[in-house]
């Protein structure tokens, strides 16, 4: 009886582990179709841009058509048109019903804590460039001739005298305070150098006549100007453009005071979360033609490309300058920022970016990802929505790291180039100059090499030796457009975390408030005509009321 009973125990006992076996491979398989689900965006966007690489290096060799090319490149076109009509009604939305959520005192907190850690870590980013390009020195000064003339036509450096540090300031206040709101949203203030109309002849020897038409800027890039024989003025002129810093200033000012009318504005703060929603769900779309998008714009890109092999040889040590500067910031410093101030794995906030990461990379612009960036910062990483929609759009225009990187390394590899030696004055003014001028960059594709004549300038460097770059900045771009990405990012992961109590005094305010402020105004009749409060997620007490009827 007791062996009976033991074999029996040992049966059951068997068939429990086989149970438990098959559960756990049940799980596990689970896990692993649960890991793809999460992750199948990412992964069909990885493979979007290993696609576009192979497709792009394998036709090179082929010697492509104008027209197949074209062809090659245009649903890229289409992916990045369908991105950029999104930013604007998305930055508007988020920055008016952002702000509009919060009081005006946490809105100057919040907007304090973001433009010094912009500030910080633009100055970090300048610094680790300044040291990295001081002890690699990538320039060498064979490399000046060593680049084919045709890889540097059309380049605009020598068209027209360079605007200074003080004219890229006084731009960035005249974009910030726009006098048309309507015209910020087509156009952005720019100064630029026109030669002065004199009698005479000009520097490349063309006769001016009293009846010559006025001299424009689109007529400086058409010549070829002499600094020596003329004289300089300038002018205050609009390019094609959004003014993003004018229109994020607007939306920030309308939707702090929004905020503060009460009911009134009730309806205009749900107007514009409505857009936020249905531009988050276009978003969603969107994300879906990522690959094809992806791929195209880089396969284009590559084949477009002159010499590719030539130009990365000959200036391989400037960008891999860059590239390990990159590196450094985003999986070194970053991370001991985010875990300094939040005590969290940092790897796990930096994989859960990784699609925005690529979309940036692959547009080489920090606007065309914001729509993606804001679904991954809000629905997977779980950050505050009322935090996102102040500091994402704020840092797609002002924070730009890898540009304040870029600048630095740049400025001090021309000048090793040109056999320059740079005294410890102008390595500070390098530092100085290239977080300045970063601050005042466009989130535009190339934006960099404009504001690189900024520092070149400050250190009397060459500044015909920027031509250069021209050749390999597609792919320079790429890669310091992430570290500008990630920056906004871990920018909104702190200030979320530095503003945890105004944030939650804010939610219990907001909750009092909507509960005083029920009346007729915030109510609509059900089917039995009663009121019903028109905030979701509320609750309101119906009382009628009997009126005495009057006898008169």
Same mark, same amino acid.
């Given at each position: ?188 203030? @720019? ?192 950050? !505050? ?15 730009? !790291? ?94 979320? @975390? ?55």
């Amino acid at each position: 009886m007791a062996q009976s009973q033991q074999s029996f125990l040992k049966q059951e006992g068997g068939q429990l582990s086989r149970e438990d076996t098959l559960l756990k491979m049940a799980d596990h398989r689970s896990n692993w179709r649960r890991a793809l689900a999460d992750n199948k965006l990412i992964l069909i966007t990885l493979s979007g841009v290993l696609l576009g690489v192979i497709i792009g290096f394998t036709f090179r060799p082929l010697g492509l058509s104008s027209d197949s090319l074209m062809l090659i490149a245009y649903p890229g076109e289409l992916f990045m048109r369908v991105l950029k009509l999104m930013i604007l009604p998305l930055v508007i939305a988020s920055l008016i019903s952002g702000s509009s959520s919060l009081n005006a005192k946490l809105n100057g907190k919040i907007a304090l804590r973001t433009f010094v850690y912009f500030l910080t870590t633009s100055l970090l980013n300048a610094i680790l460039g300044t040291i990295l390009a001081l002890i690699i020195h990538p320039g060498n000064p064979t490399a000046e001739g060593a680049v084919q003339p045709e890889l540097l036509r059309d380049t605009p450096l020598n068209k027209a005298k360079t605007v200074s540090l003080m004219d890229s300031v006084l731009d960035l206040g005249r974009n910030i305070f726009p006098d048309n709101i309507f015209q910020a949203a087509l156009q952005q203030a @720019h100064t630029v150098y026109v030669p002065k109309e004199m009698p005479g002849t000009l520097g490349n020897g063309t006769e001016l006549s009293q009846t010559s038409a006025p001299v424009t800027s689109s007529s400086v890039n058409l010549m070829e100007w002499s600094e020596q024989n003329v004289e300089w003025t300038r002018i205050v002129e609009y390019r094609s453009g959004t003014n993003s810093l004018g229109i994020v200033f607007f939306c920030l000012v309308f939707g702090t005071l929004l905020g503060t009318i009460g009911r009134k504005g009730y309806v205009v703060v749900q107007f514009f979360s409505a857009i936020f929603d249905v531009i988050m769900k276009m978003v969603t779309g969107v994300m879906w033609l990522t690959p094809i998008g992806i791929s195209s714009v880089i396969a284009g890109k590559i084949l477009s490309v002159d010499d590719v092999g030539f130009v990365m040889t000959q200036l391989a040590w400037f960008i891999f300058t860059i590239a390990l500067g990159v590196f450094l910031y985003q999986w070194i410093i970053l991370q001991a920022i985010y875990f300094l101030f939040l005590r969290k794995n940092p790897f796990r906030f930096y994989l859960g970016l990784v699609q925005p990461i690529l979309t940036g990379f692959a547009t080489a612009s920090t606007a065309a990802a914001l729509p993606l960036t804001f679904r991954c910062m809000n629905e997977r990483l779980k950050i !505050d929505s009322r935090i996102t929609r102040f500091v994402l759009p704020i840092g797609c225009n002002i924070n730009m !790291d890898g540009t304040a990187l870029f600048i630095a390394v740049a400025s001090i590899f021309i000048a090793q180039m040109s056999n320059m030696t740079l005294n410890v004055g102008q390595v500070v003014t390098v530092v100085l100059t290239s977080t300045a001028a970063s601050m005042s960059s466009a989130s535009i594709p190339s934006a960099a090499l404009v504001l690189l004549l900024i520092a070149l300038s400050a250190i009397d460097a060459p500044i015909n030796n920027a031509t250069l770059l021209f050749a390999i900045d597609w792919f320079v771009d790429r890669i310091r457009t992430t570290n500008n990405l990630l920056g906004d990012c871990y920018a909104a992961a702190v200030v979320e @975390h530095l503003s945890r109590n105004e944030l939650n005094i804010s939610d219990i305010d907001a909750y009092y408030k909507d509960d005083d402020i029920t009346s007729d105004d915030q109510c609509e009749q059900d089917v039995n005509g009663k009121r019903k409060l028109s905030f979701p997620n509320s609750v309101i007490l119906n009382v009628e009321v009997s009126t005495p009827v009057s006898n008169t």
